[in-house]
T-cell receptor
Framework: KNEVEQSPQNLTAQEGEFITINCSYS?????LHWLQQHPGGGIVSLFM???GKKKHGRLIATINIQEKHSSLHITASHPRDSAVYIC?????????FGTGTSLTVIP | EAGVAQSPRYKIIEKRQSVAFWCNPI?????LYWYQQILGQGPKLLIQ????????DSQLPKDRFSAERLKGVDSTLKIQPAKLEDSAVYLC?????????????FGPGTRLTVL
């Protein structure tokens, strides 16, 4: 069993839809990261959080430490949001990565 | 601000050959990470440097992989000899410091294909 589980694995949405990607983890963490990976491999860090909620533009990330769960929300989705979204947690020097959620937003 | 630079972007080699990847982190970032990402999987941390010292290399296959960051700035990752299962994207990332709350910035990656 992976330390970090994401759902869904694949997601197709129509442009404008509200999207939620979930991440559950089984280890103690000091921080949780949401990463965006576009075709070609480049990774961009979207959020780093240890509690509560963060918002950046149309993206919102929440974390519930007690439930060991985080969600990434995309409001008013756009085709350029199509990418793989990866949840990663850090425990000291140990990093644990989810396998990613592949999102395709159709115009 | 320039991002994390990596080269080459793509490399194709035959098994048992050697290969080296280069990474130049963001200026001033003390911590540098090398990750291996096999197709369909999340990245796996291979090694973490703090300046020119190794913080964590517990998942680095030391019989064939080596990495150095001699002057505490740029870094090289070497595979010698390569195996088919080494085909992956090798990502370099850097952060200001290694503390848990420091954001990591990723390079574009080097896609290695071992034939």
């Amino acid at each position: 069993k992976n330390e970090v589980e994401q759902s869904p694995q694949n997601l197709t949405a129509q442009e404008g839809e509200f999207i939620t990607i979930n991440c559950s983890y089984s280890v103690g963490i000091s921080a949780l990261h949401w990463l965006q990976q576009h075709p070609g491999g480049g990774i961009v860090s979207l959020f780093m959080l240890s509690s509560g909620k963060k918002k950046h533009g149309r993206l919102i990330a929440t974390i519930n430490i007690q439930e060991k769960h985080s969600s990434l929300h995309i409001t008013a989705s756009h085709p350029r949001d199509s990418a793989v979204y990866i949840c990663a947690v850090r425990n000291g020097n140990q990093f644990y990565f989810g396998t990613g959620t592949s999102l395709t937003v159709i115009p | 601000e320039a991002g994390v630079a990596q080269s080459p972007r793509y490399k194709i080699i035959e098994k048992r050959q050697s290969v080296a990847f280069w990474c130049n982190p963001i200026s001033g970032h003390a911590t540098l990470y090398w990750y291996q990402q096999i197709l369909g999987q999340g990245p796996k941390l291979l090694i973490q440097f703090q300046n020119n010292g190794v913080v964590d290399d517990s998942q680095l296959p030391k019989d064939r992989f080596s990495a150095e960051r001699l002057k505490g700035v740029d870094s090289t990752l070497k595979i010698q000899p390569a195996k088919l299962e080494d085909s992956a994207v090798y990502l370099c990332a850097s952060s200001l410091r290694g503390a848990a709350y420091n954001e990591q910035f990723f390079g574009p990656g080097t896609r290695l294909t071992v034939l």
